[in-house]
Protein backbone atom coordinates (compact mmCIF):
# COMPACT_ATOMS: atom_id res chain seq x y z
CA UNK A 1 0.00 0.00 0.00
CA UNK A 2 2.78 2.35 0.63
CA UNK A 3 4.28 1.76 -2.38
CA UNK A 4 1.16 2.41 -4.31
CA UNK A 5 0.98 5.68 -2.61
CA UNK A 6 4.51 6.56 -3.33
CA UNK A 7 3.74 5.82 -6.81
CA UNK A 8 0.72 8.25 -7.03
CA UNK A 9 2.33 11.03 -5.61
CA UNK A 10 5.38 10.95 -8.21
CA UNK A 11 3.00 10.85 -10.71
CA UNK A 12 1.29 14.32 -9.40
CA UNK A 13 4.84 15.86 -8.88
CA UNK A 14 5.46 15.63 -12.29
CA UNK A 15 2.21 16.46 -13.74
CA UNK A 16 2.32 19.35 -11.97
CA UNK A 17 5.94 20.02 -13.08
CA UNK A 18 4.89 19.59 -16.92
CA UNK A 19 2.06 21.90 -16.53
CA UNK A 20 3.03 24.48 -19.42
CA UNK A 21 3.87 28.23 -17.89
CA UNK A 22 0.81 31.06 -18.75
CA UNK A 23 2.13 34.12 -20.87
CA UNK A 24 2.19 37.29 -18.69
CA UNK A 25 1.33 40.32 -19.81
CA UNK A 26 4.22 42.96 -20.03
CA UNK A 27 2.21 45.79 -21.51
CA UNK A 28 -1.17 46.36 -23.20
CA UNK A 29 -2.24 49.41 -24.49
CA UNK A 30 -4.59 51.06 -27.29
CA UNK A 31 -2.14 53.90 -28.81
CA UNK A 32 -3.08 56.81 -30.78
CA UNK A 33 -0.13 57.46 -33.02
CA UNK A 34 1.01 59.97 -35.39
CA UNK A 35 4.51 59.26 -36.42
CA UNK A 36 6.43 57.31 -34.28
CA UNK A 37 6.20 55.59 -30.54
CA UNK A 38 8.27 53.73 -28.56
CA UNK A 39 8.95 51.46 -25.82
CA UNK A 40 11.27 49.72 -23.56
CA UNK A 41 10.70 46.46 -21.62
CA UNK A 42 13.80 43.82 -20.33
CA UNK A 43 13.64 40.05 -21.16
CA UNK A 44 15.39 37.48 -19.35
CA UNK A 45 17.29 34.49 -21.45
CA UNK A 46 15.15 31.57 -22.55
CA UNK A 47 11.87 34.21 -22.70
CA UNK A 48 9.43 33.97 -25.81
CA UNK A 49 7.69 37.41 -26.10
CA UNK A 50 4.40 37.10 -27.79
CA UNK A 51 2.99 39.62 -29.58
CA UNK A 52 -0.13 41.05 -31.01
CA UNK A 53 -1.39 43.90 -32.68
CA UNK A 54 -4.27 44.93 -34.92
CA UNK A 55 -5.58 47.98 -36.65
CA UNK A 56 -8.42 50.22 -34.25
CA UNK A 57 -8.45 52.81 -37.21
CA UNK A 58 -6.36 52.96 -40.76
CA UNK A 59 -5.38 49.67 -42.48
CA UNK A 60 -1.83 49.42 -41.27
CA UNK A 61 1.26 50.59 -39.71
CA UNK A 62 4.30 51.77 -41.97
CA UNK A 63 7.35 50.49 -39.68
CA UNK A 64 7.19 47.40 -36.67
CA UNK A 65 10.58 46.80 -35.42
CA UNK A 66 12.29 45.17 -32.23
CA UNK A 67 16.04 45.96 -31.48
CA UNK A 68 18.13 44.87 -28.79
CA UNK A 69 19.39 48.11 -27.24
CA UNK A 70 22.29 49.67 -28.62
CA UNK A 71 22.59 46.63 -30.83
CA UNK A 72 21.13 44.99 -34.08
CA UNK A 73 17.42 44.46 -35.00
CA UNK A 74 15.43 41.03 -33.54
CA UNK A 75 12.72 41.88 -35.51
CA UNK A 76 11.59 44.17 -38.36
CA UNK A 77 8.34 44.21 -40.27
CA UNK A 78 7.07 46.70 -43.10
CA UNK A 79 3.34 47.60 -43.95
CA UNK A 80 2.01 45.89 -41.07
CA UNK A 81 -1.74 44.91 -40.83
CA UNK A 82 -1.21 43.17 -37.65
CA UNK A 83 0.02 40.16 -35.50
CA UNK A 84 -1.77 37.81 -34.11
CA UNK A 85 0.32 35.45 -30.92
CA UNK A 86 3.49 36.54 -33.07
CA UNK A 87 6.47 34.50 -30.83
CA UNK A 88 9.70 35.83 -30.98
CA UNK A 89 12.62 33.55 -28.62
CA UNK A 90 14.89 35.47 -26.39
CA UNK A 91 18.72 34.28 -26.30
CA UNK A 92 19.84 36.68 -24.02
CA UNK A 93 19.10 39.18 -21.11
CA UNK A 94 18.84 42.88 -22.47
CA UNK A 95 16.70 45.79 -22.71
CA UNK A 96 14.30 45.34 -25.91
CA UNK A 97 12.99 48.45 -27.69
CA UNK A 98 9.78 48.14 -29.64
CA UNK A 99 9.00 51.17 -32.45
CA UNK A 100 5.96 51.58 -34.04
CA UNK A 101 6.05 53.90 -37.07
CA UNK A 102 2.51 54.68 -38.21
CA UNK A 103 2.61 56.90 -41.74
CA UNK A 104 0.34 58.76 -40.75
CA UNK A 105 -2.73 58.88 -37.87
CA UNK A 106 -3.85 55.80 -36.46
CA UNK A 107 -5.35 53.82 -33.49
CA UNK A 108 -3.46 50.21 -32.81
CA UNK A 109 -4.26 47.89 -30.28
CA UNK A 110 -1.01 46.43 -29.00
CA UNK A 111 0.14 43.85 -26.92
CA UNK A 112 3.10 42.23 -25.21
CA UNK A 113 3.20 39.07 -23.38
CA UNK A 114 6.07 36.81 -22.24
CA UNK A 115 6.59 32.95 -21.80
CA UNK A 116 9.55 32.27 -19.03
CA UNK A 117 11.56 29.61 -19.98
CA UNK A 118 10.69 28.20 -16.00
CA UNK A 119 8.92 28.66 -13.05
CA UNK A 120 12.48 30.74 -11.68
CA UNK A 121 12.34 33.81 -13.83
CA UNK A 122 8.67 33.95 -13.26
CA UNK A 123 9.30 36.85 -11.11
CA UNK A 124 11.72 38.08 -13.66
CA UNK A 125 10.98 42.30 -13.86
CA UNK A 126 10.59 43.53 -16.92
CA UNK A 127 10.10 47.08 -16.06
CA UNK A 128 12.42 49.36 -17.20
CA UNK A 129 14.74 52.16 -14.78
CA UNK A 130 15.69 55.09 -17.06
CA UNK A 131 18.66 56.73 -14.51
CA UNK A 132 20.72 59.98 -15.45
CA UNK A 133 24.00 60.00 -16.38
CA UNK A 134 26.74 62.69 -17.51
CA UNK A 135 28.65 62.64 -20.05
CA UNK A 136 32.13 64.44 -20.19
CA UNK A 137 31.94 66.60 -23.34
CA UNK A 138 35.15 68.50 -24.86
CA UNK A 139 34.40 71.12 -27.12
CA UNK A 140 37.57 72.66 -29.20
CA UNK A 141 37.81 76.48 -30.00
CA UNK A 142 41.16 77.10 -31.28
CA UNK A 143 43.34 75.16 -32.69
CA UNK A 144 47.47 76.40 -33.90
CA UNK A 145 49.28 74.16 -35.84
CA UNK A 146 53.39 74.60 -35.90
CA UNK A 147 55.53 72.84 -37.97
CA UNK A 148 59.10 71.72 -37.25
CA UNK A 149 61.69 69.27 -39.03
CA UNK A 150 63.42 66.50 -36.81
CA UNK A 151 67.07 65.63 -38.76
CA UNK A 152 68.35 62.13 -38.48
CA UNK A 153 71.04 60.11 -40.35
CA UNK A 154 71.26 57.12 -41.47
CA UNK A 155 74.08 55.09 -42.39
CA UNK A 156 74.96 53.29 -45.55
CA UNK A 157 77.47 51.57 -47.33
CA UNK A 158 78.93 51.82 -51.09
CA UNK A 159 81.12 50.17 -53.26
CA UNK A 160 83.83 52.40 -54.51
CA UNK A 161 86.74 51.35 -56.83
CA UNK A 162 89.98 51.02 -54.77
CA UNK A 163 92.40 50.09 -57.92
CA UNK A 164 92.69 48.73 -61.06
CA UNK A 165 95.25 46.54 -62.24
CA UNK A 166 96.48 45.47 -65.76
CA UNK A 167 97.82 42.01 -65.82
CA UNK A 168 99.44 40.33 -69.21
CA UNK A 169 98.36 36.90 -69.55
CA UNK A 170 100.77 34.68 -71.85
CA UNK A 171 98.59 32.20 -73.78
CA UNK A 172 100.92 30.66 -75.95
CA UNK A 173 104.50 30.91 -76.90
CA UNK A 174 105.41 27.56 -79.17
CA UNK A 175 106.69 26.11 -81.81
CA UNK A 176 104.79 23.49 -84.27
CA UNK A 177 105.87 21.64 -86.95
CA UNK A 178 103.08 21.40 -89.37
CA UNK A 179 104.16 18.46 -92.11
CA UNK A 180 103.87 18.54 -95.79
CA UNK A 181 101.26 17.56 -97.90
CA UNK A 182 102.71 14.26 -98.89
CA UNK A 183 104.01 13.27 -95.80
CA UNK A 184 102.32 9.73 -95.22
CA UNK A 185 102.71 9.40 -91.41
CA UNK A 186 101.33 13.08 -90.56
CA UNK A 187 98.37 15.43 -91.23
CA UNK A 188 99.41 18.95 -93.09
CA UNK A 189 96.95 20.84 -90.34
CA UNK A 190 97.65 21.12 -86.90
CA UNK A 191 94.74 22.30 -84.48
CA UNK A 192 95.52 24.08 -81.51
CA UNK A 193 93.09 25.07 -78.85
CA UNK A 194 93.96 27.42 -76.11
CA UNK A 195 91.67 29.12 -73.20
CA UNK A 196 91.00 32.82 -72.17
CA UNK A 197 90.84 34.03 -68.69
CA UNK A 198 87.25 33.87 -67.69
CA UNK A 199 85.60 36.51 -66.43
CA UNK A 200 84.78 36.98 -62.67
CA UNK A 201 82.46 39.00 -60.87
CA UNK A 202 82.04 38.79 -57.09
CA UNK A 203 81.76 41.56 -54.52
CA UNK A 204 84.89 43.36 -54.05
CA UNK A 205 86.67 41.70 -57.22
CA UNK A 206 85.80 41.97 -61.16
CA UNK A 207 88.20 40.52 -64.13
CA UNK A 208 87.99 40.28 -67.53
CA UNK A 209 89.84 40.19 -70.62
CA UNK A 210 90.16 43.76 -72.19
CA UNK A 211 91.66 42.68 -75.76
CA UNK A 212 94.59 39.93 -76.99
CA UNK A 213 96.80 39.68 -79.97
CA UNK A 214 98.73 37.13 -81.55
CA UNK A 215 101.83 36.67 -83.81
CA UNK A 216 102.61 33.87 -86.07
CA UNK A 217 105.75 33.03 -87.85
CA UNK A 218 107.40 30.58 -90.15
CA UNK A 219 110.82 29.88 -90.20
CA UNK A 220 113.77 31.96 -89.57
CA UNK A 221 112.12 34.93 -91.77
CA UNK A 222 109.55 35.12 -89.69
CA UNK A 223 111.27 34.99 -86.29
CA UNK A 224 113.69 37.88 -87.59
CA UNK A 225 110.37 40.15 -88.81
CA UNK A 226 109.17 39.47 -84.74
CA UNK A 227 112.28 40.32 -83.02
CA UNK A 228 112.99 43.33 -85.62
CA UNK A 229 109.15 45.10 -84.60
CA UNK A 230 109.95 44.08 -81.07
CA UNK A 231 113.04 46.14 -81.23
CA UNK A 232 110.87 49.22 -83.26
CA UNK A 233 108.67 49.03 -80.17
CA UNK A 234 111.23 49.05 -77.33
CA UNK A 235 112.67 51.69 -79.02
CA UNK A 236 108.93 53.57 -79.15
CA UNK A 237 108.26 53.02 -75.34
CA UNK A 238 111.55 53.59 -73.93
CA UNK A 239 110.36 55.68 -71.57
CA UNK A 240 107.04 55.04 -71.30
CA UNK A 241 105.60 51.76 -69.14
CA UNK A 242 103.37 49.71 -71.72
CA UNK A 243 102.22 46.41 -70.23
CA UNK A 244 105.03 45.75 -68.91
CA UNK A 245 107.05 46.31 -72.11
CA UNK A 246 105.06 43.47 -74.09
CA UNK A 247 104.24 44.28 -77.64
CA UNK A 248 101.35 41.72 -78.00
CA UNK A 249 99.97 43.33 -74.74
CA UNK A 250 99.97 47.00 -76.41
CA UNK A 251 98.76 45.75 -79.77
CA UNK A 252 95.91 44.34 -78.08
CA UNK A 253 95.44 47.54 -76.16
CA UNK A 254 95.70 49.87 -78.96
CA UNK A 255 98.55 51.61 -77.63
CA UNK A 256 101.04 49.93 -80.51
CA UNK A 257 100.46 49.39 -84.16
CA UNK A 258 102.58 47.20 -86.37
CA UNK A 259 105.42 48.91 -88.34
CA UNK A 260 107.14 46.91 -90.33
CA UNK A 261 106.05 45.09 -93.80
CA UNK A 262 105.89 41.38 -93.65
CA UNK A 263 108.96 39.24 -95.36
CA UNK A 264 109.23 36.97 -97.97
CA UNK A 265 109.95 33.37 -97.27
CA UNK A 266 107.94 30.54 -96.97
CA UNK A 267 104.19 30.56 -96.44
CA UNK A 268 100.90 29.20 -93.63
CA UNK A 269 97.93 28.96 -94.36
CA UNK A 270 96.12 30.17 -90.54
CA UNK A 271 92.22 30.29 -89.69
CA UNK A 272 91.96 31.60 -86.14
CA UNK A 273 88.35 31.18 -84.72
CA UNK A 274 87.31 31.66 -81.58
CA UNK A 275 84.20 29.21 -79.61
CA UNK A 276 81.69 30.05 -76.88
CA UNK A 277 79.22 27.62 -76.08
CA UNK A 278 77.75 26.35 -78.92
CA UNK A 279 78.96 29.73 -80.93
CA UNK A 280 81.79 29.44 -83.12
CA UNK A 281 83.31 32.61 -85.26
CA UNK A 282 86.13 33.08 -87.45
CA UNK A 283 88.07 36.08 -86.32
CA UNK A 284 91.22 35.77 -89.01
CA UNK A 285 92.83 34.34 -91.78
CA UNK A 286 95.75 34.50 -94.49
CA UNK A 287 98.68 32.76 -96.10
CA UNK A 288 101.82 34.66 -94.29
CA UNK A 289 105.09 34.30 -93.70
CA UNK A 290 104.88 36.66 -90.71
CA UNK A 291 101.35 38.21 -89.04
CA UNK A 292 100.22 40.35 -85.97
CA UNK A 293 96.55 40.63 -85.16
CA UNK A 294 94.37 41.76 -82.39
CA UNK A 295 91.09 41.00 -81.09
CA UNK A 296 88.73 43.51 -78.51
CA UNK A 297 85.28 41.94 -79.11
CA UNK A 298 85.37 38.06 -78.87
CA UNK A 299 86.79 38.24 -75.38
CA UNK A 300 85.62 34.78 -74.07
CA UNK A 301 85.24 31.23 -74.32
CA UNK A 302 88.18 29.34 -76.40
CA UNK A 303 90.62 30.38 -79.01
CA UNK A 304 91.52 27.84 -81.94
CA UNK A 305 94.33 28.14 -84.51
CA UNK A 306 94.69 26.23 -87.47
CA UNK A 307 97.97 25.94 -89.09
CA UNK A 308 98.02 24.50 -92.87
CA UNK A 309 100.80 23.30 -94.48
CA UNK A 310 100.41 23.77 -98.40
CA UNK A 311 103.75 22.58 -99.30
CA UNK A 312 104.15 18.95 -101.51
CA UNK A 313 107.84 18.16 -99.81
CA UNK A 314 108.71 20.45 -97.08
CA UNK A 315 107.19 20.77 -93.57
CA UNK A 316 107.46 23.77 -91.42
CA UNK A 317 108.64 25.25 -88.11
CA UNK A 318 106.06 27.78 -87.24
CA UNK A 319 105.92 30.30 -84.20
CA UNK A 320 103.31 31.96 -82.72
CA UNK A 321 102.34 33.51 -79.38
CA UNK A 322 99.17 34.90 -77.97
CA UNK A 323 99.11 37.16 -74.96
CA UNK A 324 96.07 38.71 -73.19
CA UNK A 325 95.86 41.54 -71.20
CA UNK A 326 93.42 41.26 -67.89
CA UNK A 327 91.78 44.17 -66.23
CA UNK A 328 91.05 43.29 -62.29
CA UNK A 329 89.04 46.14 -60.49
CA UNK A 330 89.70 46.01 -56.84
CA UNK A 331 86.73 47.55 -54.40
CA UNK A 332 86.39 48.37 -50.93
CA UNK A 333 83.11 49.14 -48.67
CA UNK A 334 83.13 53.00 -48.05
CA UNK A 335 80.23 54.05 -45.41
CA UNK A 336 78.59 57.32 -45.46
CA UNK A 337 75.91 58.91 -44.16
CA UNK A 338 72.65 60.16 -45.34
CA UNK A 339 70.46 62.73 -44.21
CA UNK A 340 67.04 62.44 -43.75
CA UNK A 341 64.30 65.23 -42.62
CA UNK A 342 61.10 64.62 -41.13
CA UNK A 343 58.41 67.28 -40.92
CA UNK A 344 56.68 67.63 -37.46
CA UNK A 345 53.15 68.61 -36.90
CA UNK A 346 52.37 70.18 -33.55
CA UNK A 347 49.19 70.93 -32.68
CA UNK A 348 48.29 73.42 -29.50
CA UNK A 349 44.25 72.93 -29.03
CA UNK A 350 42.01 74.90 -26.88
CA UNK A 351 38.56 73.94 -25.90
CA UNK A 352 36.46 74.03 -23.08
CA UNK A 353 34.93 70.94 -21.19
CA UNK A 354 31.05 70.58 -20.81
CA UNK A 355 28.98 67.84 -18.89
CA UNK A 356 25.62 66.55 -20.70
CA UNK A 357 22.91 64.50 -18.62
CA UNK A 358 21.34 61.71 -20.36
CA UNK A 359 19.02 58.98 -19.38
CA UNK A 360 19.44 54.82 -20.12
CA UNK A 361 17.37 52.37 -19.49
CA UNK A 362 18.66 49.70 -16.57
CA UNK A 363 16.84 46.09 -15.77
CA UNK A 364 15.75 46.04 -12.20
CA UNK A 365 16.97 42.71 -12.08
CA UNK A 366 20.51 43.79 -12.81
Known amino acids: MLRILLLFFLLVNNSLQAKPIDPIVVTEQTLQINGEQRFFFAFETGDEMVLDLSMLKGKLVKEFEILVYKGSTKYRGLKIEGLKRKKIRVFERAIYEFRIKSGGSKQVYFKIERIPHS ?33 SYVAKYRKVLQKTALEVIELANQEERVHARTNLMNDNINRLTFNLPPSIRKELVEQEVVGWAYWIGVGQEGTENYNKELKQF ?4 AVKVVAKKNMLAALALGTYAVVLNPPKGENIQYQLFVKRGDKVA ?82 NAW
Open 119 to 151: NARIDFDTYVEWRTITDTIRRNYSEKTTTVYDT
Open 234 to 237: LKMF
Open 282 to 363: ELASGDVTSAFGRETQALEGKIQLNLTNDNFLNGLNVRFKIAAVLERKIYRMEGYQVRKIKALQLKDIKGRVFLRAREVPVI
